[in-house]
């Protein structure tokens, strides 16, 4: 038998591949129980106000710029992508129904929760890392509040709140940028931008993109807040912990979109709506 | 020794970080009203065996008892209730940076009483003017602060809630020596102000001279023989400074001996 010392043994890819299963299966379970503890705190404790306040306008109204800004871009650039592709069918009339479905139920919210993972998911895992750090979760503690109650809490319902709020913003401003580009640039007629708008384009698209982004915004924090909570010392520590917030949280935006997809088209026909397809 | 009962009591307590074996079998008693400092070289566990008091960490063996009964075991809400009893001045303050001085001072009595406003603000003001603080400073937040006014308000912060017990963790660390000595000043007055028992981690021995009355000294545990205990020294802060034991005498007198080619050769 062998009786090889851990030093001279090589690394292998089965090592590697190996230790980063370890490391999903462990962080992904850290993260259920911690997202596990913050329902408990959530349900059973009054929020506190003041705090909540101060993060929905952190998270919400300081980004009201930057999403605008990302939603009009958006709509603009599906008017540039689409316009060529449409005329060459004769079918650049239809250049409203394409961009706007396509903004309110996937590049809207996806593109508005990635925009916030980078702008509020990282700032909030790099806050909550230094608090760690600097043992002011810990003072949290000796002073009688609970750092789950007091700092994750907030941060939670104001993701769920104001993801979804930015998110119709985002929207707004891709159908405003997508018109105008269509319209004044491209000269496609307004009147059948509009009509073929409506014609493809229901409240449950909408509702649809709303209820992703909602879910978009309470993952986002939790993923957020946790590797906040987990920072190793050091401006490393913070750095990696910020960088692990985005990486997390674009993966389970991801992976929330591609499984709410296939969820809101099992109930698209149960609202006897006809599906577009383009989910 | 002071004839009171213990309000903590360390019974074998060990504490490990991963493969880490900081605090090995660790055991002593608090009396009530003492004042006491640990002291150690840096890495000895300090800091943990203030940590392990408050029940911000737990043993990994061994229990940490609190009037006679194990932190380990209770319930988040009597945690919290007995946190209370303590005051803890953390190392580097670790004053919220979010909010102001005044909120700083106030947070515990908001969290934890139904006091009225205006009586929180006169206990504000009145534990500012204790560790001489000008009203001016209320409004200011962490980061406007030097060093040494964060320390003061991380002690006013620890005295609004009136504990029982004060946790200094290196109180006078990275400050100069005036205002090492301005916080050591005020370390007595908390004493002869209140019935209280005091708990100070540090390697200052001027601190150690002049706030305490018993002195336990922890040994870093890899430095240890398999057998050796690692509390070397509990005694007067006059024993610790003619100790026998070269390893105490060493550390209170800041001689190195020869640790500087140990640790080249290590």
Not at chain 1, 164 to 181: E, H, N, Q, S
Not at chain 2, 62 to 84: F, Q, Y
Not at chain 2, 125 to 133: H, I, M, Q, S, T
Not at chain 2, 242 to 260: I, K, N
């Amino acid at each position: 038998m062998s009786t090889a010392s851990p030093a001279t043994e090589r690394t292998t890819i089965v090592h590697v591949v190996g230790g980063l299963c370890l490391t999903v299966i462990r962080d992904a379970g850290e993260l259920t129980l911690f997202a596990l503890d913050m329902l408990v705190w959530l349900l059973t404790r009054r929020w506190r106000r003041s705090v909540l306040i101060t993060c929905l306008y952190q998270i919400g109204v300081e980004s009201i710029p930057v999403v605008l800004t990302t939603g009009a871009f958006i709509g603009m650039v599906m008017a540039v992508q689409s316009y060529d592709q449409l005329r060459y069918m004769h079918l650049e009339t239809n250049l409203g129904a394409v961009i706007n479905i396509s903004l309110v139920k996937e590049l809207g919210p996806v593109l508005a929760a990635t925009m916030l993972a980078g702008r509020v998911g990282c700032a909030m895992a790099a806050e909550l890392g230094t608090m760690k750090i600097t043992e002011q979760i810990d003072a949290l503690r000796v002073l009688g509040a609970n750092p789950m109650h007091y700092l994750v809490v907030p941060r939670f319902v104001a993701c769920v709140i104001m993801v979804p709020v930015l998110t119709l913003l985002a929207d707004a401003a891709g159908v405003v940028g997508g018109w105008f580009f269509s319209t004044q640039v491209c000269g496609v007629d307004s009147h059948h931008y509009w009509t073929h708008t409506e014609e493809f384009i229901n409240w449950f698209d909408v509702a649809g993109g709303i209820v992703k982004a909602t879910f978009f915004g309470g993952a986002m924090a939790l993923v957020s807040c946790q590797r906040g909570f987990a920072c190793r010392a050091g401006a490393e520590g913070v750095g990696q912990a910020a960088t692990q917030a985005f990486v997390y949280g674009f993966v389970a935006i991801l992976a929330l979109d591609f499984f709410l997809g296939i969820l809101l088209n099992a109930i698209y026909p149960l609202m006897g709506l006809m599906s577009t397809g383009l989910n | 020794m002071v004839d009171t009962p213990a309000i903590i009591e360390f019974r074998g307590v060990h504490r490990r970080f991963g493969g880490q074996h900081v605090l090995r079998d660790v055991s002593f008693t608090i009396q009530r009203g003492e004042s006491v400092a640990i002291i150690g070289e840096s890495g000895c566990g300090k800091s943990v065996t203030l940590k392990l008091m408050i029940g911000l960490l737990n043993p990994s063996e061994g229990a940490v008892l609190l009037d006679n009964r194990p932190m380990e075991g209770r319930s988040e809400k009597e945690l919290t209730s007995d946190r209370l009893r303590f005051g803890y001045v953390f190392q580097q303050a670790a004053l919220f940076d979010s909010l102001t001085v005044a909120d700083n001072v106030a947070f515990g009595l908001r969290q934890n009483t139904r006091m009225p406003e205006s009586q929180i603000a006169d206990i504000v003001r009145e534990r500012l003017r204790e560790v001489g603080l000008p009203e001016s400073a209320s409004a200011k937040k962490p980061a406007e602060l030097s060093g040494g006014m964060r320390k003061r308000v991380g002690l006013a912060r620890a005295l609004a809630l009136a504990p029982e017990i004060m946790l200094y963790d290196e109180p006078t660390t990275g400050l100069d020596p005036i205002m090492s000595d301005v916080i050591n000043e005020l370390i007595l007055q908390v004493r002869e102000r209140r019935p209280i028992t005091s708990i100070v981690v540090t390697h200052d021995m001027v601190t150690v001279g002049r706030t305490v009355d018993r002195v336990i000294m922890l040994y870093p545990q890899p430095r240890l023989g398999a057998d050796e205990p690692q509390i070397i020294f509990d005694g007067t802060p006059a024993e610790a400074f003619t100790a026998a034991d070269p390893r105490v005498y060493q550390f209170v007198h800041g001689q190195a001996g020869e640790r500087l080619l140990e640790m080249a050769t290590r």
